[in-house]
């Protein structure tokens, strides 16, 4: 499981994200910010199914969101 970013055209990233429970919610934290922030888009596949995901962590996905 992972993380995939692009900010820009061209520059896209992916986050590993680890099987150990407490490793893999200090990472999502520090992404949690940008997923929780009105201001920038998200755009996914299946972008419900992620929603779900990153609640388990204690996020919050908000919009604005595409599908």
């Known amino acids: 499981?992972?993380?995939s970013?692009?900010?820009e055209e061209g520059k896209a990233?992916?986050?590993p994200i680890p099987d150990n429970r407490e490793k893999a919610e200090t990472i999502v934290n520090i992404f949690k910010p940008l997923y929780e922030s009105p201001q920038i888009m998200k755009?996914?596949?299946n972008?419900?199914?992620d929603m779900e995901?990153?609640?388990r962590y204690g996020v919050?996905?908000?919009a604005p969101?595409?599908?």
Do not use: H, T
């Open 60 to 62: 919050n996905l908000s």
């Open 53 to 55: 995901v990153l609640m």
């Open 43 to 45: 755009v996914g596949q």
């Open 13 to 15: 990233f992916y986050v």
């Open 47 to 49: 972008i419900k199914y």
């Open 1 to 3: 499981m992972g993380l």
């Open 65 to 67: 969101m595409c599908d």
């Open 5 to 7: 970013f692009a900010a």
